[in-house]
């Protein structure tokens, strides 16, 4: 069991929600730079051109190893920092924050915290699959998301780390 805990606000899940939770996160985040950036847009020999291109090697891993996503992500940021790099430069860097902590006995900064709370806020609207129908169960983190979302937002307003037990 995954226990998020903030001064008065909590929230718990299985480990495999949770892992879920998370990749779902990522395939929304990848989601949404391929649509509002584009991977193509940047001049050959700059920094920009080098982080999109292992940017756009990585989506297209996403669409290939589904369930290795989050091991992907925190292997692929470490061994590329400038990958952290270019998710900030997107408003996406939450995402590293989210996925780079251990399932037990960790902490969100309240910067983490801060950074996660702006990543929902842009890829929330990536977490709908099915537009007709808001209750499908391919929508339930959609559905969900404001119940992880309130943790992290005591963290930023009460200045307070958010727990992981």
């Not at 193509?40 to 290795?68: A, P, R, V």
């Not at 537009?131 to 963290?155: G, P, V």
């Not at 200045?159 to 992981?164: A, N």
Request: hydrophobic share 35%; aromatic share 16%.
């Amino acid at each position: 069991m995954v226990f998020l805990s903030c001064c008065n606000k909590n929230f718990d899940c299985s480990y495999t929600i949770w892992h879920n939770v998370r990749n779902m996160l990522i395939e929304a985040t990848f989601e949404y730079i391929q649509i509002h950036f584009g991977i193509s847009d940047y001049e050959e020999g700059t920094f920009e051109y080098n982080s999109m291109c292992s940017l756009k090697q990585y989506i297209e891993e996403i669409e290939y190893n589904g369930n290795k996503l989050l091991f992907n992500l925190n292997k692929y940021s470490s061994e590329f920092p400038e990958f952290n790099n270019l998710l900030i430069q997107f408003g996406v860097g939450g995402l590293c924050a989210l996925c780079n902590k251990s399932d037990n006995q960790a902490f969100y900064s309240v910067g983490n915290s801060y950074d996660i709370c702006q990543l929902i806020k842009i890829v929330k609207p990536f977490l709908l699959k099915d537009r007709k129908n808001l209750d499908a169960q391919e929508n339930w983190l959609y559905n969900c998301i404001n119940n992880i979302s309130i943790i992290f937002e005591e963290s930023v307003e009460k200045k307070e780390f958010v727990r992981i037990c």
